[in-house]
């Protein structure tokens, strides 16, 4: 199956190194591989309209020095469903209680079930990840007591489905070097479009 290739904003000349969350490179977010798929919510009838937000993606450095800035992010959906909208957020959280979502109805900043949240004390949500500046080594977490940044990804469909891939974050050291990560997290929401195996029925 192809796929539709994207960008949210501009980006630098030239040829950035591509990898993947392997340890090696300085940016990681700790997100892991796989994916997940949204029902429709209860309420909205299939072909309506809807919004989910896609997090877990939880920046950190984890080689050199920071602070690396997001300069871009990209990223792929399968023909015929491609999200109408796309909206990145910056969602800080209370470290001592910080658990990663990896998805919620709604968006951030409006979600529809704001118990989705839990027990989880935001402190802050800001829009766009670009510019953002990563600061905290990776070895910090696991015994972290700071406040700890998530991105988010808000996706709209018009009803029939999405199903987006290759979520790659473009980002820059303090050198000017540009690099960018490749996410292996797939993020999709059923539709009537959407494939059977992707959301049986």
Request: hydrophobic fraction near 35%; glycine fraction near 14%; charged fraction near 20%.
């Amino acid at each position: 199956m192809g796929v539709v290739v994207f960008t949210l904003t501009g980006c630098g000349l030239g040829e950035p190194v591509v990898h993947g969350d392997d340890r090696k490179h300085p940016l990681r977010v700790l997100v892991g591989a796989g994916g997940g798929n949204l029902d429709i919510p209860d309420g909205v009838r299939p072909g309506d309209p809807w919004t989910a937000s896609f997090g877990g993606f939880t920046p950190c450095v984890m080689t050199g020095e920071g602070p690396l800035t997001i300069t871009d992010v990209t990223w792929a959906a399968d023909p015929g469903l491609e999200p109408t909208s796309v909206e990145t957020y910056v969602v800080t959280s209370d470290g001592a209680t910080f658990a990663p979502y990896p998805a919620i109805i709604g968006s951030p900043t409006e979600p529809v079930s704001p118990e989705s949240w839990g027990e989880i004390e935001k402190l802050e949500i800001r829009e766009d990840v670009v510019g953002y500046e990563a600061t905290i080594p990776c070895a910090r977490f696991g015994h972290r007591t700071d406040p700890v940044d998530e991105f988010y990804l808000t996706l709209t469909t018009d009803g029939g489905g999405v199903m987006v891939r290759d979520l790659r974050f473009h980002y820059q050291t303090p050198e000017g070097k540009e690099l960018i990560l490749q996410s292996e997290w797939d993020m999709g929401m059923c539709g009537p479009e959407m494939p059977e195996e992707e959301c049986p029925p």
